[in-house]
């Protein structure tokens, strides 16, 4: 297998074989993650489809609509024995890798491919969640739920409470960390346990995007934090 499957579970590894199986069915040299989404489908089993029926998505009209989206796009024949996988599903096999990271579990399962595909975000398999009215925030919150019943987010209450202090930096905070200049930052719990340094105007933004409901997710902070550079002052 892989090297950068090692640590997959029997059933990610089933739907990464069902994925590979789906491309030769389909005549296909290539994989890419539709096909990752097609097999989490095909194998019905774990986490992932768990949470995507708990979020009222019809798997079998996920099916369907990933069958169409295949056929209609081109093979790569020069591989039809041995599909390879797109720079894309790469990628997600990084993500799914990182979400386990940042869940603090050696493993990477159903759920954290499901997760990985989610934020890749620009995949055929993502817009077949969108367009079966899925909100990927939501579904991703299902799923940190799920794999942490513990999960409350972070209240805006508890915002106010941190800006008042300044704490070092400890736990796991280096697997998130993100590039901050030399501002001075808090350093705020998750609920999976890590902390992660945040320059405080970044978490009074995060409290304003709540829009006055009193909590900001800890994977909405992630998210931002992905995208976020270092102010222009710090640089």
């Avoid at 640590?7 to 994925?19: H, I």
């Avoid at 996920?62 to 591989?79: C, D, N, Q």
């Avoid at 942490?148 to 209240?155: A, E, I």
């Avoid at 609920?191 to 800890?218: D, F, M, Q, T, Y």
């Amino acid at each position: 297998m892989d090297i950068a499957l090692n640590n997959f579970t029997p059933r990610a590894a089933q739907v990464v074989a069902l994925a590979k199986k789906e491309a030769v069915r389909k005549k296909n040299g290539f994989i890419g993650p539709e096909y990752l989404l097609l097999g989490l489908i095909k194998l019905d089993e774990g986490a992932a489809c768990q949470m995507l029926r708990k979020m009222g998505v019809n798997l079998e009209a996920a099916h369907a609509l990933l069958e169409e989206m295949i056929s209609s796009r081109p093979v790569g024949e020069a591989y039809l024995d041995n599909p390879i996988y797109t720079p894309r599903t790469k990628k997600v096999f990084a993500l799914a890798g990182k979400e386990a990271m940042l869940l603090n579990q050696t493993y990477t399962g159903t759920e954290h491919i499901l997760l990985a595909l989610i934020k890749e975000g620009d995949s055929g398999a993502c817009k077949v969640l969108k367009q079966l009215g899925v909100e990927l925030e939501n579904i991703r919150e299902e799923l940190r739920k799920f794999l942490d019943p513990s999960y409350k987010g972070v209240t805006a209450a508890h915002v106010a409470e941190i800006l008042q202090q300044e704490i070092s930096f400890e736990g796991q905070a280096g697997k998130v960390q993100v590039k901050l200049g030399d501002l001075k930052c808090i350093s705020m719990q998750l609920a999976s346990g890590h902390s992660i340094n945040v320059e405080p105007k970044v978490v009074a933004c995060l409290v304003a995007l709540s829009r006055g409901k009193g909590i900001v997710s800890s994977s909405a902070l992630l998210t931002l934090l992905d995208s976020l550079e270092a102010p222009e002052e710090t640089k």
